[in-house]
């Protein structure tokens, strides 16, 4: 079945935007990317922070939280599904080259300050993570398994997961790439003592 128009706008924009930026972004490059006119574009999205929000949203729900809270609640414990998700995340990061990084954190850096509502979503997205670690995390918090209150270590984990990610990027080493998510699971296990 062929993809609908919208989808493969949506999906154009995300590389688009994920690889160059926003401001690197035209809507001439997304229109030509998806082989649609412009036409067909403004029938879906009035302008370039519409799309941007659908693609931030896309990305940060099937590229994060889905597969985190598949990690955690396929885990036998909340440990083990952040080492899964760690894992996945290196191994997904390492199939693209490195390339690219994190495009809710590109978005941040890029929007924060010049577009409230891209950075509202942002947020948002990042306090659903945030909310989905402590979930998980929260039961070991209140049998004193943690080392840090449990919001403390989802803020925490977060942080690293996307400074990691920009160093990664900015480096394009897999070693040490590999010795910074080896770092991160370290912190998991003398965080977490399940």
């Not at 006119?37 to 922070?49: R, T």
């Not at 996945?88 to 929007?111: D, I, P, Q, R, T």
């Not at 080392?147 to 480096?171: C, N, P, Y």
Request: aromatic share 10%; proline share 2%; net charge positive.
């Amino acid at each position: 079945m062929a993809k609908s128009t919208r989808v493969k706008i949506v999906e154009k924009a995300e590389n688009l935007l994920w690889y160059r930026g926003y401001q690197a972004t035209s809507l001439n490059d997304v229109v030509s990317k998806a082989g649609v006119s412009k036409g067909a574009f403004f029938h879906y999205y009035p302008n370039k922070q519409a799309i941007s929000q659908d693609v931030i949203n896309k990305y940060a729900r099937e590229q994060l939280s889905v597969p985190l809270e598949k990690c955690l609640s396929a885990a036998r414990s909340p440990k083990e599904g952040l080492f899964a998700w760690v894992e996945g995340y290196f191994a997904g990061y390492k199939s693209h080259e490195f390339k690219g990084g994190c495009l809710l954190g590109n978005m941040a850096l890029e929007l924060s300050d010049q577009n409230e509502t891209a950075r509202e979503t942002i947020k948002g997205h990042f306090l659903e993570l945030e909310n989905i670690l402590c979930s998980a995390l929260k039961p070991l918090e209140s049998e004193g398994k943690m080392l840090m209150e449990a919001r403390q270590f989802a803020r925490l984990f977060i942080a690293s997961v996307q400074g990691i990610t920009m160093m990664t990027k900015v480096h394009k080493d897999g070693n040490r790439a590999g010795r910074e998510f080896m770092a991160l699971a370290q912190l998991i296990e003398l965080a977490i003592k399940d």
